[in-house]
């Protein structure tokens, strides 16, 4: 679906370190949802990254939260992208932010759900250009090694809910929020973070 460079400003987060390195997501509607595309900026250059596995209106528990609307806020300098959606009994809702240091994005996702999901998370392809495997470092992040550039995730720990599981390999990465004990409906939330170094 074709937009207009005016529309399509409208959905862009993004943070970049003062020697033009950093990062944006771009907001794209898909259907009745909102996918979206992470990419490496290197001063000219964009390298698209990661791609949202979006799920389908049919889907109860599909693979991504399902984000059917975007509202851009102005934060100080920045921008921030407020998402909010609908699937089966379940609601969903995001906020995709930059670090406070520059070159980062940072990801708030919660799901308001009435039952015992089949799936919650937020699943991501890679489209990079070629294959990269990720290593993973001791009690650290992911790192893709793109254009010289090292390219982090990692998922941020919140005490009032379970650490999400971050599987990862060279066709992209998972963020899997896991249940804790309260009885439903209940709220879980999960948070992750995407830098450059």
Not at 48 to 62: H, K, M, N, R, V
Not at 97 to 123: F, H
Not at 129 to 139: A, N
Request: hydrophobic share 35%; net charge negative; with cysteine.
């Amino acid at each position: 679906m074709s937009q207009n460079p005016a529309e399509a400003n409208e959905y862009i987060v993004e943070s970049i370190r003062e020697d033009g390195v950093g990062l944006f997501v771009h907001f794209v509607k898909q259907k009745d949802r909102f996918g979206h595309v992470l990419a490496l900026v290197q001063g000219e250059e964009c390298t698209p990254l990661f791609a949202s596995i979006e799920g389908t209106d049919e889907e109860d528990w599909p693979e991504s939260p399902p984000y059917q609307e975007v509202h851009m806020e102005d934060r100080g300098d920045s921008s921030v992208a407020l998402l909010v959606g609908k699937a089966g009994h379940s609601h969903w809702s995001a906020a995709v932010e930059p670090t406070s240091k520059p070159g980062g994005l940072q990801y708030a996702v919660a799901c308001r759900m009435q039952d015992y999901p089949r799936c919650m998370c937020s699943r991501y392809g890679s489209v990079m250009p070629t294959p990269v495997e990720p290593k993973l470092e001791r009690d650290g992040p992911w790192v893709w090694n793109v254009n010289g550039v090292e390219v982090c995730v990692e998922v941020i720990a919140q005490e009032q809910f379970p650490t999400p599981e971050l599987p990862a390999s060279s066709t992209g990465f998972e963020v899997n929020a896991s249940l804790d004990h309260e009885p439903f409906p209940k709220t879980i939330q999960w948070r992750y973070q995407i830098w450059v170094r």
